[in-house]
């Protein structure tokens, strides 16, 4: 099956993203994620009740790659269409390891380069 790279998905909002809404939200893009067949799992949070972060991990969802570069393209459009479709200030973190980057909707298709160097350093380790 080959080796498995965990990379973590968050979804932000702003201050006023309640921690219902950035659930709803993750729950969405971890169906869509699903569709395409990534495997899948919510990150548990740790962050104490009614801190700053605890919307933030209620959010995190862990995605499988395996065998990633034939998954990085299809990773990359999940988060782009996603990301398109919001009308908000809805943004996401992407996490391997320590290293991470954050997208928003306005500058995702500049930073999608960016993005697929980020998770292609990653997919050779």
């Not at 995605?63 to 908000?88: E, N």
């Not at 996490?95 to 997919?123: C, M, N, T, W, Y």
Request: aromatic share 4%.
């Amino acid at each position: 099956m080959g080796d498995v790279r965990w990379v973590e998905i968050v979804v932000l909002g702003d201050d006023e993203f309640d921690a219902e809404r950035v659930d709803r939200l993750a729950r969405q893009l971890r169906s869509e994620l699903a569709d395409q067949e990534f495997d899948t799992r919510p990150v548990a949070a740790d962050a104490p009740g009614n801190s700053k972060g605890d919307a933030a991990t209620t959010g995190a969802i862990a995605v499988a790659l395996v065998g990633a570069g034939g998954m990085i393209p299809t990773l990359i459009a999940v988060l782009r269409d996603w990301l398109g479709r919001r009308t908000g200030p809805e943004r996401i973190s992407i996490k391997v390891g320590d290293d991470s980057i954050e997208l928003d909707r306005p500058s995702f298709s500049e930073r999608e380069q960016l993005l697929q160097v980020f998770l292609a350093k990653h997919a050779d380790r």
